[in-house]
T-cell receptor, first 110, second 114 residues
């Protein structure tokens, strides 16, 4: 079945450092979504990428969708303590249900 | 949270007991979902329903049951057949058109089976 692998599982950074999480699928995806879950909270939708090679930005967050539509990345520039949480990617193939990656838990040393 | 209510936030049960988790939404969304989250793992789909009186198994439906008698409600029963029921359970609806819809999650219920 479709699998979505996300790395790293954990990342600890100093405040102000950059952070990147990567998502890889075993199959070509029709779209990929990113969610953020704050500690003790629930996942909240951040963004969806649909086109091959697409790049989208939200302030300090940059999202990329690979040319082959099999991988994606989320990069945070100059992390802040408000960025703490777990970031999930979720891929979809055609009309099938979303498949979530394992998540990357980001902790930040202020 | 913002249209999806899951109660209670924390639930404790003894091993061997069935327990029902509630999920109510006032968003008028047709589709509803149940996910399970374990530490260090992503969200895994248990069941989903796209319309009243119809539901489909997800990837890990064994040991769970659902009903969808009303559009607003999609309760999940964790039965005694579920081997490892302790987890964080998230209910969700979806927003958008088919194949590009995104998930809108409730606040979740943390179930601990003692």
């Amino acid at each position: 079945g479709q699998q979505v692998m996300q790395i790293p599982q954990y990342q600890h950074v100093q405040e102000g450092e950059d952070f990147t999480t990567y998502c890889n699928s075993s199959t070509t995806l029709s779209n990929i979504q990113w969610y953020k879950q704050r500690p003790g909270g629930h996942p909240v939708f951040l963004i969806q990428l649909v086109k091959s090679g697409e790049v989208k930005k939200q302030k300090r967050l940059t999202f990329q969708f690979g040319e082959a539509k099999k991988n994606s990345s989320l990069h945070i520039t100059a992390t802040q303590t408000t960025d703490v949480g777990t970031y999930f990617c979720a891929g979809r193939r055609g009309a099938q249900k979303l498949v979530f990656g394992q998540g990357t838990r980001l902790t930040i040393n202020p | 949270d913002g249209g999806i209510t899951q109660s209670p936030k924390y639930l404790f049960r003894k091993e061997g007991q069935n327990v029902t988790l509630s999920c109510e939404q006032n968003l008028n969304h047709d589709a509803m979902y149940w996910y399970r989250q374990d530490p260090g793992q992503g969200l895994r789909l248990i069941y989903y329903s796209q319309i009243v009186n119809d539901f489909q198994k997800g990837d890990i439906a064994e040991g769970y049951s659902v009903s969808r008698e009303k559009k607003e409600s999609f309760p999940l029963t964790v039965t005694s057949a579920q081997k490892n029921p302790t987890a964080f359970y998230l209910c969700a609806t979806n927003i958008g058109t088919p194949s590009t819809d995104t998930q809108y999650f409730g606040p979740g219920t943390r179930l601990t089976v003692l």
